[in-house]
Structure formats: structure tokens, C-alpha cells
């Protein structure tokens, strides 16, 4: 049902490889531990949004409402915090807010049939708009000890971000590869039709597959909020993006039934490095923009070749079922 | 057949949620157009329309506060505040309405004035007067204009940061989004007050978007590169400047470094008054309310014959002498929790 591109998340880490050492090279404030965990705390949130959407894209949609809907119920939990005071509470409030949300995306996609593109892109306001009638397009500020969720250091060392990425990706990667429900989400991506006649019920997991991502991207939110010592709703904008670039150069097919966790990962560490190493050099702000487009489309041209001579089975295979469709 | 009528419920159930929400919201009448639609210029009341930038934006949202604040004390005007969601074309077509609803005043908040010169000078000769609020680049002559200078506010905090830094600081800055005018405004303030006559070295700018956790990962970056030779770092708003600062202390050297913005909102009181930032610069909304009110009453009653006015507010330092009085006011007007 699946053939596992493993030639392709070897060459992802061929590139990332080659990335660094040129890295090195270029400066030598690179290959320290400060500026790799500095590396590794940046790309945390958006990595954790990126398996989210990773997991989307697998199954075949997309999910536009990650970042607002992290900004919203980070924000949300912020304000939960200075209520209640409590930690756990406003955790779990924040994870509420991120079912509930992924739970009405998921209704609409799997059960009315919405174009997922859509509905998402809808709810990203309703997300953006109720956090800012609540706070009056204000931000939270004091958010006294939910700061920890971003800025505490688990044993005094590994900075809290990096340890929520790192069991992100456990859980995404344990999910897609060793669970039913994520083996049936390759298989709809895949082919709706056939996974349909192989008696899985698409609708159900389609539900579950948004509601897994409004989970996700709250804890994002709150790691986020946690990290900047406040609740801004705004900042949580532009995350779903960032996460598609990521979860696409990590080798996750767009028309859905391909992708792993560790080549999200990756592809959001080759992102993460180039960004860093464009600041550490100095580079204007204007020629960023060019660079890192063309660098993302060269990753993923390079990617793709890779591929190509290594695996030309599994391709004709998925496009034979392109055709199915 | 199933489908259809549960699909018809569920969209009932939206349009009554959507139209309770929308009355909530213009209860406390921040939002919404439908407040004043009815009543025209025939009667005593004038209808009065502001059009912000982007009401989940700080700024623009405290000024529609303010300004709804203000009008309450007038019997004769009634405002509305019309969202324009931080889109130059949803700010256009709102201005449109707003002229073909009859309104009788309209006070904008512009995205982009050099763009909406022509067509304020348009409606203004068609008989609508408007007023240009916190933002003019005095493109139209017949329109008020309420305004704090964003030079100015750049040039407060560029020289009380003269005060303090040695001529041969190495510094940091972070800008605004690319071609914002504020944030050109301000950096040329630093340029000619800070920079010109010092032996300052400025290690590298970069654009942070206004965003605290860019701020932020810019400084993770610089901190690596220059260590704590760093001596400032120059911010174009205080968002930036904070993310900056949290980065610093996170790496241990937030104690030994100056952090400077512009903007004086809630954040940077705090910040401040914690002994984080070092200093910043307000534009003050209920002052360019109150101003804005007054102009716009005086126009209407025919009591200013001219049919505009326009003021500068002046603009104030924020440092840790005087931040406490911000922290207090920001906390009775709501900006603030606790």
C-alpha cells in the first residue's frame, strides 16, 4: 500500500549535511553548541505545526487554520493561566480550544464534503476574531510562570521548545508508522476510493486526522505564547505556510499518501539553518527573500532527482493510481 | 435528502450565532456598521465613520477605544468604527460606502496616505470632510490632520539614547516591515540624531516585521555573532525590542545591554517598569481622540469655518523615572490585567 521512500529521507539528510559544512566554512559562529540549539529552539514551533500539517497533507487535504488557530488558543490559555493560575488547566484548556476547532475543520471537510482549502482558510478568521473580541484586539502581557512552556530548561539544559518538538515527533512519527489510524491515512491519501472499498471509514479518520492537527497546532500556540512572554494572537499568522514549505521539502507528496515525520523534520531543519546562517553573515534583508526561495526550490529540485533514479517503480505506481482517480 | 436538512439547520444555527455575535460587537461598539446606517444628517445627530487600520492590531484598536470614548461625551455626533482588517483595497471600498451612506464626517486611520491622497481630495471636494489621524503625509490640504510625528517619536528615544551610550557603541537595529512609513520615519530619526555625528557602529539591521519572536530570533542570531560587544539594541517598536531583550536574557546578557522602542503601549510599560527595556516613546491615543473629536465637532457645527484643522500631539519619553504613571493608566483603562 505503501512503499517507504527511505532513498529520499537519506538525501534530505545528504543536503542538510552538505548544508552545514558549508555553514561551517562560511562562519565559524556556526558549528557551536549555542548556535545549534539557538537553531533548533527556533524551528521548534513551526516544526511542531509542520507535523500537523504533515499529517493533513497525507491523508489529502490541507490545513490552512494552524497558525491562527495556535495563536488563538495559546493566547486563550494565556488568559486561562492569569485566571486560574494553573498550569495543567490552562493546558488543557488550550488543547480543548485546539480539538474543538480541528474537530468543526474535520465536520465539514469529512462529513459535508467541503473543500478542506476552504473551510480551513474560513476558520483562521473565526479563530483570529474570537481571541481578539475576547481580548479587544489587545495583547496578553504578564503571563507570569506559562512562560515556562517556552522558556523553561528541561534538567537545566535542553530548552523546553526543543524537548515539545522532539516528543511531537516521536508521537507523529509512532502514529504514522505503527497505528492503524495512521496507516488508513496513507491509504485514503493514497486512494479515497480503494481505502472506501477496503471497508475504512474515511469520514471517521479524516475527523480525527483534523482533530489530531487542532491538538498539535495548540501546543504550538502554547509553546509559542510561552517563548514570546505574552499572548499575541497576530503572531501565530503565517505559521500554516512556513509548515507546508517544510513538510513539502520533507519530501511529503502534495496530492496526499506520502510523507514521514522524520523528513518534515528535516525539512524544517534545512529551513531553520538557512535562515541562521543568512543572519550570522550579515546578509540584507531584501536578498534573504531572494536566497532562501531559491534555495527551497533547489532543495526540493534535488530532492526530487534523487528520487527519481533511485525509486522509478514506487513513481509509476503513484501515478497509476493518479489515474484510478 | 439527510444531509441537506441537517446542512440546512447548521446554517440557520450560524446565521443566528453570526447575528447575535454581530450585535454583541456593537454593543460595545468597536465594530460593526449597522449601528447608525439609519439616521441621516437631517436630523441633530451627525454620523461620524473611523476607519482604523486593523482593529486586532494594539494600536489602532486603543484609539477606537478612545475615540468611542470621546464621542459618547458629544450629544450631537455618533460614531461608527468600520474595520478595514490591515487591507488598503477593504479601506477603499469602506470609504466608498461610507460617502455613498451619507456620513458626515469620516476620520481615517490610513494604510497608505501617499495612496489615498487622490481619493480623499476627491470625496473632500464632493463635500465630505475627513480627517487624517495618526497617520499624513500632508498630501491633501482641505483634510485635518491629527497626528504624532513619527520622526519625532524616533527622535525622543535617539536622544535620550545619546545620553546614555558611549560614541563608540556598537548596536543593533531592528526595522518594520519593508517600506512601513513609521519605521523609515523612526530610523531616520536615529539616523541624524544618533548616528551621524558618533563614531557609533551599527553591526547589522535587519527587517524583524514588527514581530516580538522575529526580534527575538534576529537577537539569538546577532548574540552569536558579536557576543555581548553589543552594547544596544536600536528597535523601530517595542515588540521587537522585548523579543530582543528576552533573547539576551536568556543568554545571560539582557543586564548588559540598552533596549530602545517606540510606541509606549502596555508591553513596553511593563517591560520598563520591570527593568527590562530602557526607554520608549508614546504616541498617545486618547490625547489624538480627544484633539480628533474636537476638530471634527468644531467642523460640523461651522464653528471652524475652514473645514479642517491640523495638529501635532506631542509625543512622550517613557523611561523607568516616569513609567509607573503609564503602568497605572494602563491598567485603569483595561490594556492591562491586574
Given at each position: 500500500m505503501r512503499a517507504k521512500p527511505d532513498m529520499r529521507k537519506y538525501s534530505l539528510v545528504l543536503i542538510l549535511v552538505g548544508m552545514m559544512i558549508v555553514c561551517t566554512i562560511l562562519s565559524n559562529?556556526?558549528?557551536t553548541v549555542t548556535n545549534l540549539t539557538n537553531i533548533l529552539k527556533q524551528v521548534s514551533i513551526v516544526t511542531i505545526c509542520a507535523f500537523a500539517q504533515g499529517m493533513i497533507i497525507v491523508c489529502g487535504e490541507i490545513d490552512l487554520s494552524i497558525g491562527y488557530l495556535a495563536g488563538m488558543s495559546g493566547s486563550f490559555a494565556c488568559v486561562m493561566f492569569i485566571a486560574t493560575g494553573s498550569l495543567p488547566l490552562a493546558f488543557c484548556f488550550g488543547l480543548f480550544l485546539g480539538a474543538l476547532v480541528g474537530a468543526l475543520n474535520g465536520l465539514f471537510v469529512?462529513?459535508?464534503?467541503?473543500p478542506s482549502f476552504i473551510v480551513t482558510l474560513a476558520m483562521q478568521t473565526v479563530c483570529f476574531g474570537s481571541i481578539c473580541l475576547y481580548t479587544g484586539g489587545q495583547n496578553i502581557y504578564q503571563i507570569g510562570a506559562f512562560k515556562n512552556f517556552g522558556q523553561a530548561n528541561l534538567f537545566g539544559v535542553i530548552p523546553i521548545t526543543i524537548v515539545f518538538m522532539v516528543l511531537m515527533l516521536i508521537i507523529t512519527h509512532i502514529v504514522l508508522r505503527y497505528t492503524k489510524f495512521g496507516r488508513y491515512l496513507y491509504a485514503i491519501g493514497g486512494n479515497k476510493e480503494a481505502a472506501n472499498a477496503a471497508g475504512i471509514q474515511v469520514c471517521k479518520i479524516k475527523w480525527a486526522a483534523f482533530i489530531v492537527s487542532g491538538l498539535f497546532a495548540a501546543v504550538a500556540g502554547m509553546v509559542m505564547m510561552g517563548r514570546l512572554n505574552a499572548g499575541i494572537p497576530s503572531e501565530g499568522a503565517g505559521y500554516e505556510t512556513d509548515a507546508i514549505t517544510a513538510t513539502v521539502i520533507g519530501g511529503t507528496s502534495f496530492s496526499g499518501g506520502a510523507g514521514t515525520a522524520f523528513g518534515t523534520f528535516l525539512g524544517s531543519l534545512i529551513i531553520g539553518v538557512l535562515n541562521n546562517i543568512m543572519n550570522l553573515l550579515g546578509v540584507d534583508s531584501y536578498m534573504q527573500m531572494i536566497i532562501k526561495g531559491f534555495i527551497i526550490i533547489f532543495a526540493v529540485l534535488a530532492d526530487v532527482l534523487t528520487k527519481n533514479r533511485k525509486t522509478t517503480v514506487r513513481i509509476m505506481a503513484s501515478a497509476s493510481d493518479e489515474k484510478k482517480k | 435528502m439527510k444531509t441537506k436538512k441537517v446542512l440546512a439547520m447548521l446554517m440557520a444555527v450560524t446565521m443566528v450565532i453570526g447575528l447575535t455575535a454581530g450585535c454583541r460587537s456593537s454593543d460595545n461598539?468597536?465594530?460593526?456598521?449597522?449601528?447608525?446606517?439609519?439616521?441621516?444628517?437631517?436630523?441633530?445627530t451627525f454620523k461620524v465613520a473611523f476607519l482604523p487600520t486593523d482593529m486586532s492590531a494594539t494600536f489602532a484598536s486603543w484609539l477606537a477605544a478612545e475615540l468611542t470614548t470621546v464621542f459618547e461625551?458629544?450629544?450631537d455626533m455618533e460614531l461608527t468604527v468600520i474595520d478595514s482588517k490591515n487591507e488598503l483595497e477593504t479601506q477603499l471600498s469602506s470609504l466608498e460606502t461610507c460617502v455613498s451612506q451619507g456620513y458626515d464626517y469620516i476620520i481615517l486611520l490610513p494604510l497608505e496616505p501617499a495612496a489615498e491622497d487622490d481619493i480623499v481630495a476627491g470625496y473632500i471636494a464632493d463635500g465630505t470632510p475627513m480627517m487624517m489621524i495618526?497617520?499624513?503625509?500632508?498630501?491633501?490640504?482641505e483634510a485635518a490632520s491629527v497626528i504624532a510625528n513619527p520622526y519625532d517619536l524616533g527622535t525622543v528615544v535617539a536622544e535620550y539614547a545619546k545620553t546614555l551610550l558611549p560614541d563608540d557603541a556598537n548596536v543593533v537595529v531592528l526595522l518594520g516591515p519593508s517600506g512601513n512609513t513609521d519605521s523609515i520615519e523612526r530610523r531616520r530619526a536615529y539616523e541624524e540624531?544618533?548616528?551621524?555625528?558618533?563614531?557609533?557602529?551599527?553591526l547589522d539591521e535587519q527587517l524583524g516585521d514588527w514581530e516580538k519572536s522575529k526580534g527575538m530570533e534576529l537577537m539569538e542570531n546577532w548574540l552569536q555573532v558579536y557576543g555581548d560587544s553589543i552594547d544596544a539594541v536600536i528597535s523601530m517598536n517595542d515588540a521587537m525590542a522585548i523579543g530582543a531583550y528576552e533573547a539576551a536574557k536568556e543568554a545571560g546578557v539582557g543586564d548588559d545591554m540598552l533596549f530602545f522602542g517606540v510606541d509606549g503601549l502596555a508591553d513596553a510599560a511593563v517591560s520598563i517598569a520591570a527593568g527590562e527595556m530602557t526607554a520608549t516613546a508614546l504616541q498617545d491615543a486618547q490625547v489624538m481622540a480627544e484633539e480628533g473629536a474636537r476638530i471634527c465637532h468644531e467642523v460640523l457645527t461651522g464653528e471652524n469655518t475652514e473645514g479642517f484643522e491640523k495638529v501635532q500631539i506631542p509625543v512622550t519619553l517613557i523611561t523607568e523615572e516616569n513609567v509607573q504613571e503609564f503602568v497605572t493608566r494602563y491598567t485603569e483603562n483595561g490594556m492591562l490585567s491586574k
Open positions: 559562529n556556526f558549528l469529512a462529513y459535508f464534503k467541503l | 461598539s468597536t465594530t460593526g456598521t449597522q449601528s447608525s446606517a439609519e439616521s441621516s444628517s437631517d436630523g441633530n461625551t458629544y450629544d495618526n497617520l499624513d503625509d500632508f498630501g491633501v490640504d540624531v544618533l548616528f551621524a555625528d558618533s563614531g557609533m557602529t551599527v
